[in-house]
């Protein structure tokens, strides 16, 4: 199996900036997908891209994929404090394998 | 609509005793289901899965196992707990079995071993 890596580790902005995560990986993929995860919470899906595509939006999140730089980025636009959680990317072949995410701060 | 349920939600264990830990999924038929487990500040590690009853793939050998007796019912298991399995298990859910889409998880088990 492979797996996402996503950096930075951690992310530290303020509210109302723009907030950049990436991932790469090392295989070919069918999708990628990215998830949020809450303080001792479950994860929740945000976002799927397939392999065929370039970019996706849903609200504030834009996320682009670069199939031949094996890499994607998830971007949150007008970050607030509730954006402020770890973010995992999740490389789709079988099964879903995840990285070790993203922890974003937004402060207020 | 479909709903997932992890229980206990917390879970305080001596070294060397049994664990149960339980997830069933409402609302869906022959769901694709996973354990993982999360370090503290660490990523997710996927355990086991299973595309149905009975059926169950190992990613990592461990002291762990996992049990499918139902369709909508995914149990791991241990006979002897060690520290190292200290940490947070999520069960989760998948609807398309053969393309391994969006998944659902649960609300997790905080497991200390000590």
């Known amino acids: 199996s492979q797996q996402g890596e996503e950096d930075p580790q951690a992310l530290s902005i303020q509210e109302g900036e723009n907030a950049t995560m990436n991932c790469s990986y090392k295989?070919?993929?069918?999708?990628l997908q990215w998830y949020r995860q809450n303080s001792g919470r479950g994860l929740v899906h945000l976002i799927l891209i397939r392999s065929n595509e370039r970019e996706k939006h849903s609200g504030r999140l834009r996320v682009t994929l670069d199939t031949s730089k094996k890499s994607s980025s998830l971007l949150i636009t007008a970050s607030r404090a509730a954006d402020t959680a770890s973010y995992f990317c999740a490389t789709q072949n079988t099964p879903l394998v995840f990285g070790k995410g993203t922890r974003l701060s937004v402060i207020a | 609509s479909q709903t997932i349920h992890q229980w206990p939600a917390t879970l305080v264990q001596p070294v060397g005793s049994p664990l149960s830990l339980e997830c069933t999924v409402e609302?869906?038929?022959?769901?694709?289901l996973y354990w993982y487990r999360q370090a503290a500040g660490r990523g997710l590690q996927l355990l086991f899965y299973?595309?149905?009853?009975?059926?169950i793939s190992s990613e990592v050998p461990q002291n762990l196992s996992a049990s499918r007796p139902q369709d909508r019912q995914f149990i791991l298991s241990s006979k002897k707990l060690l520290l190292s399995d200290s940490g947070f298990y999520l069960c989760?859910?998948?609807?398309?079995?053969?393309?391994?889409?969006?998944?659902?998880f649960g609300p997790g088990t905080r497991l200390t071993v000590l």
């Open positions: 299973s595309v149905g009853i009975g059926q």
């Open positions: 609302g869906t038929s022959n769901p694709n």
């Open positions: 295989t070919s993929i069918n999708n």
């Open positions: 989760a859910w998948s609807a398309v079995a053969g393309v391994w889409g969006e998944q659902f």
